[in-house]
């Protein structure tokens, strides 16, 4: 399988809720180009999201491919997603398309690769990307150990990632879906606040604070 060695990205589905969600930072070499970068988008009106590492060209590229695909099997991602592994695997064009995608919906967590793999994780977790080891031990030790919804876990998971991949940082977006929203599976973005990384001081810009992070301990309370 290919190895992409910038991003993470990361899907956790729990309880009937998905989420996936990816870091905002885009190298170029060793220089860091963009600490904003939405590698998330939803697909289908929010019924399916998917996530990518890799070059964006390529990656709009794919999702383009399986919105033809989900157009031609609907209801059915999982025939989708087989029907684009093959043509990625065996189109002259496609084929020399370079990036990992992270496909999920309210019932399924995929990864998809170029080689023709299409991968359903046995426990629902997927992370990929040069951070997703990291983010895959945390996300699994908080599965198991934390009570924690999909997208928590998601953004946590993240946030550890950041603090030890050189290519990933801590502006984080994530996107879930099912769980019972208003709206139905309409899929709804939320923004994590950005911490900075150890060394970097207090300077750094305040993001939107995570409306599903814990609220902070009460004056003289220990946390």
């Keep these: 399988m290919q190895r992409i060695r910038a991003t993470t ?11 996936v969600g ?4 885009v190298t170029m070499g060793e220089t860091v180009v963009k600490t904003t970068a939405l590698k998330v988008r939803e697909l289908r009106g929010g019924q ?3 996530g990518f590492a890799g070059a964006v060209a390529d990656a709009f590229t794919l999702f383009e491919k399986l919105e033809e695909k989900l157009e031609r099997y609907p209801g059915n991602l999982t025939r ?4 684009l592994a093959k043509d990625w695997r065996t189109d002259r064009y496609l084929r020399r398309l370079n990036a990992l995608l992270v496909v999920a919906d309210k019932d399924h967590v995929f990864m998809v690769s170029g080689d023709g793999d299409v991968i359903q994780p046995d426990d629902d977790v997927v992370a990929i990307g ?3 080891p990291y983010a895959l031990a945390a996300a699994r030790a908080l599965l198991q150990h934390s009570t924690l919804d999909a997208p928590g876990i ?18 984080i977006n994530v996107l879930q879906v099912g769980g019972g929203q ?3 599976a309409k899929g709804a973005a939320v923004e994590t606040v950005g ?22 301990p009460a004056e003289g309370e220990k946390s």
């Excluded at 729990?14 to 989420?19: R, S, V, Y």
């Design 48 to 50: 399916i999201l998917a």
């Design 130 to 132: 040069s951070g997703g």
């Design 80 to 83: 989708s997603l087989v029907e």
């Design 195 to 216: 911490y900075p990384k150890a060394g970097e001081g207090d300077s750094a810009e305040a993001k939107p604070v995570d409306a599903l992070a814990a609220p902070p």
């Design 9 to 19: 990205v990361v899907a956790v589905r729990k309880d009937g809720l998905t989420a």
């Design 154 to 171: 998601v953004r946590e998971a993240l946030m550890i990632s950041g603090q030890i991949c050189i290519y990933s940082n801590q502006e």
């Design 182 to 184: 208003i709206g139905g």
């Design 22 to 25: 990816a870091d905002g930072q």
